[in-house]
């Protein structure tokens, strides 16, 4: 092929884009609107108006094809579910009477109606609203959204493809909606869908759309044969259509694997696969099927879940190598930029040196340009850019934030026996016994107390300058001195100090922690109009001094009894940060994991006797793929014990869990040798205690039994209900008593009763043992 004609065949684009504007725009308006401070009309003319900058930054960066239909009042599943005319029954009269505030009481519930389920978005930090089917439900096609936003792309000139979540994507992360019975298949549904997706892309081709993409990501996951049918099914039907643009079906998070032959030999006309993380196995896997022949590969190459720069080089040699396996190949990011935050250019306060080596949507969108011009026209036609990126790069792996040889030789001579106990559970367990004298059945909580808007003033003030530091920590001091009054009166055993301190258990320790960065405007969607700032694990990890102790050591000296000191476990730093690339994800826990067993180490020097380490991430962490869950809990176990494995056989070492079914780690959790566990129960009645003593967990539990996800108080009586139930799977000697997570979230009023529910029935219940 000579140049010319490459440059012909070589598009950019991307999938989808950050939604909120460059000042959360979209939240406030939305915020507003629910406040009744915001019109309607005027919402929607500030979503007009940050769809049309989305759309203009796009086309100024030099993306040849924009996406549209992937903007979204609150979640692009609930979206779907709008367009496809499945809306739960309770909610039907509220859409049809104002389908705005019918689209938000879906998301979001009423006084009266439960809101649909969230629940994680494969795994990244984003969350969906999960579609209710059943036998009954009847789709209907509401192409509406979709039609208006490729209107606003056309109007501005530009080439644009509409993206829509595919309909086999969709049914499977549906369930069955509330009084359908729980083994409904929505993939049954498949067949009453199709030609409802068949309408709306006639619409679309009818409105002048070349190409729609269909995302399926469900289909990167380990899937069974009927599962692999039902996408082979709706693809040859969606691909015999006559009316139809031609269809683009994207993947990403992990390879295609066994569904790869499957599109591959499907009718459509192109497939969008990720060449990034896991998936660029993707690679392999096309060249042993042959390729694409006749269809357009669209190579997401840049990385869109992670805020590094791209590596052009590398990314060239993957790209030329796929020419040869597609008609047609296109650069991408490897998944919406939904992931990332918006743009480098706004954080001020990161050493621009730094800067120069991260990548946001903007600069992402601008990679991929490049490295579609670079396709095209040969590294002749982006030497400059070349020239910036090897620099950057090299800036990078030069920083001394990046390497720091100390780190990388403590973690080199840690030895197996750094992760492990010096005795076995039950002789640390008699040794605890007999240095803590707690009671059977002993009462504690999770760590943090209600955070008061007086807490979050006074954390305001501190940034603004209004109190110095010494009137920061008196504020602190005072709230200490509150939570731990308040513990003894109530009757606790095990005390905490609250966590007034902490904005949240990630950033508290990232901001002091070496090799972390934190961001100003790195906003990155959760749910909704949640938006969090993950800090940036961008080099090696080393604490310069203690992070904990001296609010640990402050409560312990105001009582007797004793206080838990409180961490965040090495998993879940990783799990709600960005991460670095340049090395194994175990190499960077293990690294964390030294600095928190020095924090571990401190606490114990200062007296304390219980330490917590928080991992509720453990699970939501695991891999996409089965095959990568033992890699994944081998070290992610490892990491947890190196941080906790240093202490004295009678400092009892409690760690904490929750959002999870704790089914498919029981193992692991059995592997952390933590002394003490508590988990999220409550909603469950204790499900997970029965699961534990069944899998023979040897050590000491605590199942929640206080939902503290609500403000419903929970009486003496329920909570000894609860505790009945723990007590048939685990005996007494080993049981705790706990609510299920922090109480951060709650207000003080509810606290304190569900507290004194909790102290009395676990003091009824000692006394019939
Ligand atoms: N110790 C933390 C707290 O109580 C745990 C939070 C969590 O599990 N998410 O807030
Ligand atoms: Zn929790």
């Excluded at 002048?208 to 996408?231: I, K």
């Excluded at 928080?614 to 994944?632: C, I, K, M, Q, V």
Aim: with cysteine; hydrophobic share 45%.
């Amino acid at each position: 092929m000579n140049t010319e004609s490459v440059a012909a065949a070589v598009s950019s684009t991307v999938y989808g884009y950050p939604r909120q504007g460059p000042d959360r725009e979209l939240k406030k308006a939305i915020e507003g609107y629910w406040k009744g401070r915001v019109e309607a009309p005027a919402l929607r003319e500030t979503a007009r108006e940050l769809r049309r900058d989305i759309l203009r930054r796009l086309s100024e960066s030099g993306l040849s094809e924009v996406p549209t239909g992937h903007f979204s009042y609150y979640d692009h599943v609930l979206d779907t579910s709008v367009m496809v005319g499945a809306l739960p029954e309770r909610h039907r009269a509220a859409v049809e009477a104002d389908a705005l505030d019918g689209y938000f009481a879906m998301a979001r519930g009423t006084q009266e109606l439960a809101p649909l389920e969230m629940t994680k978005w494969f795994d990244t930090n984003y969350h969906y609203l999960v579609p209710e089917l059943g036998p009954d439900t009847v789709f209907r096609a509401d192409s509406g959204k979709q039609l208006a936003e490729l209107r606003e792309a056309q109007e501005l000139g530009l080439t644009a493809r509409p993206v829509l979540l595919g309909p086999v994507t969709y049914l499977l992360l549906a369930k069955a909606a509330p009084g359908v019975a729980a083994d409904f298949e929505p993939l049954t549904l498949l067949d009453r869908l199709l030609p409802v997706y068949a309408e709306i892309l006639a619409d679309l081709r009818a409105a002048g759309a070349a190409w729609v993409q269909l995302d399926e990501p469900a289909l990167v996951q380990d899937r069974g044969p009927a599962e692999l049918n039902a996408a082979a099914r709706a693809y040859r039907d969606l691909g015999a259509l006559t009316d139809r643009p031609r269809l683009l079906v994207a993947s990403y998070f992990d390879r295609l694997g066994e569904a790869l032959p499957v599109l591959a030999k499907s009718p459509v006309e192109g497939l969008a696969l990720d060449f990034t993380g896991p998936a660029a196995a993707n690679l392999d896997d096309l060249a042993a099927a042959g390729g694409l022949p006749g269809k357009r590969l669209v190579a997401g190459i840049v990385d869109g879940r992670n805020v590094w720069i791209n590596d052009h080089e590398k990314s060239l040699a993957v790209l030329g190598t796929l020419l040869g396996l597609a008609e047609r190949v296109d650069v991408a990011a490897s998944c919406s930029l939904l992931h990332v935050p918006l743009d480098t250019a706004a954080e001020r306060e990161i050493d621009p040196g730094i800067l120069r080596w991260l990548a946001f949507a903007r600069q992402k969108t601008a990679e991929v340009v490049t490295l579609a011009r670079g396709l095209a026209g040969g590294t002749d036609a982006i030497a400059p850019q070349l020239a910036a990126n090897r620099a950057a790069l090299a800036l990078r792996t030069g920083s001394s934030l990046v390497h720091d040889p100390a780190v990388r030789a403590r973690a080199a001579a840690v030895t197996e026996a750094d992760g492990h106990r010096g005795l076995p559970y039950p002789e640390r367990a008699a040794a605890q016994r007999a240095r803590l004298g707690l009671p059977l059945l002993p009462t504690t909580t999770i760590g943090s107390f209600p955070q008061t808007t007086g807490l979050r003033t006074a954390r305001a003030d501190l940034r603004a300058g209004r109190i110095d530091q010494a009137g920061y920590e008196e504020r602190i001091e005072h709230e200490i001195r509150e939570v731990v009054s308040f513990q003894e009166e109530a009757g606790l055993d095990v005390l905490v100090h609250g966590e007034a301190e902490r904005n949240d258990m990630v950033q508290f320790f990232a901001e002091r922690l070496t090799g972390y960065l934190a961001t100003r405007h790195g906003w990155v969607q959760s749910y909704g109009t949640r938006y969090v700032r993950p800090p940036i694990l961008a080099g090696d990890i080393s604490r310069p001094e203690a992070m904990t102790v001296r609010w640990t050591r402050f409560a312990q000296s105001l009582t007797a009894r004793p206080v838990k000191g409180m961490l965040t476990g090495p998993v879940t730093m990783l799990a709600w940060s960005f991460v670095r690339d340049d090395q194994p994800l175990g190499d960077t826990a293990r690294q964390v994991a030294l600095a928190l067993r020095d924090e571990v180490s401190d606490l114990e020097a200062a007296g304390t006797s219980v330490i917590q380490v928080d991992e509720p991430a453990l699970r939501e962490t695991l891999p996409l793929r089965a095959g990568a869950h033992a890699a994944y809990l081998d070290w992610a176990t490892a990491a947890f014990r190196l941080t906790t494995g240093g202490v004295r056989p009678d400092t009892q070492i409690h760690t904490h869990m929750c959002y999870a079914e704790f089914g498919d780690i029981l193992r692991a959790i059995d592997e952390l040798d933590a002394d003490v566990i508590s988990l999220e129960a409550a909603r469950s009645h204790m499900q997970v205690a029965g699961e534990l003593a069944a899998a023979g967990y040897p050590r000491e539990v605590g199942p929640g039994v206080y939902d503290i996800h609500s403000p419903r108080v929970p009486d003496q009586a329920e909570v000894t209900a609860l505790l009945r139930t723990g007590l048939e799977a685990i005996p007494a000697e080993r049981l705790w008593v706990n609510p299920d997570c922090g109480l951060k979230t709650r207000g003080w009023p509810e606290t304190r009763r569900s507290l004194a529910s909790l102290v009395a029935a676990a003091r009824s219940l000692r006394a019939e043992l």
